[in-house]
């Protein structure tokens, strides 16, 4: 049976220098492997990079010519952009099993030695050197570029402690301590972050790139390394720590540009994929897709935002975290209340606001609103923009019914607050007391009757507090926040209470 027919069972049975032999099998690159398995991955319409959204044609393409060029390739991003994730799924295109002298640190090929110990086993063992094989999983390594990275750690150095343990003198080569690089010999080497990686160290990794060998300190040492190459980068613009050095950029094949998910609907269906939610979460918690796209809306918001430095990007991770932390905002509340189960509501948002400050980098007026309240202003932002998707522009409503009276739907939920009412919605208010002071506005059942006649129960209380919100951020009633939740009331009210009198960021309208 011809090597390639061989299954992973077959392999594995294979333990000498000899049965390879009569395998069949021959030495392959890594380029090679990852050409040819992409070759019949494309042949067959199967998905290379299983998971990743959005890139299907732009990233990927430009990944795939890459490989099939066999280059070394950088991707160039920013922050939350899946360049890890890329270069982790690479993986899967490798052969999922490798032949390797059994006991090499260099993981050598049985027909190709590279290291001195593989040459020497198989001289002294001939057909019946022993041999093990190496799964794909195991044929990927890591190395995050930090400034304490030394030449040691990538390449290696002579080992006065292994001298001394195999009595050998400290100009034998045998003595060297082969660093991250070399042992990572026939298999997918990823620099996460590279240009952080101090420009000496990266100056010791051009004759890898070019050459394909190393040397270390001293010792007469060439080894044709087999490697695939793949680094992840900030653009440098962005990251003040350092930047790639041109020599080595020059020596890098293809560098691709990534980018953020280009709709809503691509950056929900990532959001919803990585987020880890527990299995008692998703049984105590119901959602639904307006929440999801406002999750989704607040990181285009903060991406378009004067506050937030455009250069450090909003990952991926923020919508994640603020997805998670929505849901378990619902958690806690009807754990508070002896809840069995509850529905997701649009107050839950507070939950989001940590998930927001920790991952949005701000510019100085930013800096000086405070994180808090840009978080409170992203969601804002965020809720005016996904209102429009469901109910009619408050702001073309009220232009249009100067003049005609009866036109504005919204004018019983606004006479109501105009007659001096206000409606205190709590975080962690029941569900009993929730649905309560929502009926008890004149005109917001009615509205929501009208515009979504099928809507019923917990779902029909979320679009009417979701009108409260848009309302509000329409200026049309105020909102202000209390410490235990919100208060919405008449906007006229509201211009004489001096702690919640401010403009927002298009200097037109009060909150």
């Known amino acids: 049976m011809p090597y390639k027919n061989l299954t992973s069972e077959d392999l594995l049975k294979i333990n000498t220098l000899s049965a390879l032999k009569a395998s ?27 998971g990743i959204w959005g890139f299907e044609d732009t990233v990927i393409p430009d990944i795939e010519r890459a490989i099939l060029s066999q280059h070394h390739i950088n991707l160039l991003g920013l922050r939350g952009q899946a360049k ?18 059994k006991g090499s640190e260099l993981n050598d090929d049985p027909l190709q030695p590279l290291s001195r110990f593989a040459k020497d086993l198989i001289a002294e063992h001939g057909d019946l050197t022993p041999v093990t094989w190496m799964h794909r999983d195991d044929r990927y390594t890591e190395k995050l570029a930090t400034p304490d990275v030394s030449v040691a750690d990538l390449i290696g150095d002579a080992d006065p402690i292994k001298a001394a343990t195999l009595k050998l003198p400290y100009s034998d080569e045998r003595v060297v301590h082969f660093g991250l690089i070399p042992r990572s010999h026939r298999c997918i080497f990823v620099i996460n972050e590279l240009p952080d990686l101090q420009a000496r160290i990266q100056v010791s990794l051009f004759n890898i790139l070019q050459e394909g060998d190393i040397q270390i300190r001293g010792f007469k040492i060439r080894l044709p390394l087999d490697l695939q190459f793949v680094f992840t980068a900030n653009p440098e613009d962005y990251t003040n720590r350092g930047s790639i050095v ?11 540009v990534t980018h953020y998910p280009k709709t809503l609907e691509i950056g929900k269906k990532i959001t919803l994929q990585e987020a880890k939610l527990k299995d008692g979460q998703e049984e105590m918690v119901t959602t639904n897709h307006i929440m999801d796209d406002l999750i989704e809306q607040i990181a285009i918001e903060a991406r378009a935002s004067e506050f937030v430095d455009a250069k450090s990007g909003v990952s991926a991770r923020m919508t994640i975290s603020a997805y998670e932390n929505l849901v378990s905002a619902a958690e806690r509340r009807a754990l508070l209340n002896g809840e069995d189960k509850t529905y997701v ?8 606001i940590p998930a927001v400050c920790g991952k949005v980098e701000l510019v100085y007026e930013g800096e000086v609103e405070g994180p808090v309240i840009v978080a409170q202003n992203l969601i804002g932002k965020a809720i005016r923009t996904q209102f429009l998707n469901y109910f009619p522009d408050p702001e073309k409503i009220k232009k249009a019914a100067k003049d005609k009276a009866g036109k504005n739907p919204y004018k019983p939920i606004i006479d109501w607050f105009m007659d001096g009412n206000m409606m205190d919605i709590f975080n962690d208010s029941t569900d009993a007391d ?16 009208k515009v979504y006649p099928q809507m019923q129960g917990r779902e029909k209380l979320f679009m009417m507090e979701f009108v409260l919100h848009g309302l509000s951020e329409f200026s049309i009633i105020s909102k202000k926040t209390l410490e235990k939740g ?13 702690d919640n009198f401010k403009f927002d960021e298009d200097e037109e309208d009060f909150r």
């Open 24 to 50: 069949g099998y021959k030495p392959k690159s890594i380029k090679d492997e990852l050409r040819d398995n992409l070759i019949l991955k494309i042949k067959n319409k199967e998905k290379v990079f299983e």
């Open 84 to 101: 890890t994730r890329i270069a982790r799924l690479m993986v899967n295109l490798l052969d999922e099993y490798v032949p390797v002298v």
């Open 246 to 256: 041109t020599p080595l950029k020059d020596r890098i094949d293809s560098q691709i």
């Open 345 to 352: 509501r649009v107050a839950d948002l507070i939950g989001v």
């Open 434 to 449: 929730y649905s309560a002071r929502l009926r008890t506005i004149d005109g917001l059942d009615d509205l929501i009757e």
């Open 486 to 498: 919100l208060q919405f009331k008449d906007l006229t009210d509201s211009l004489f209470d001096l």
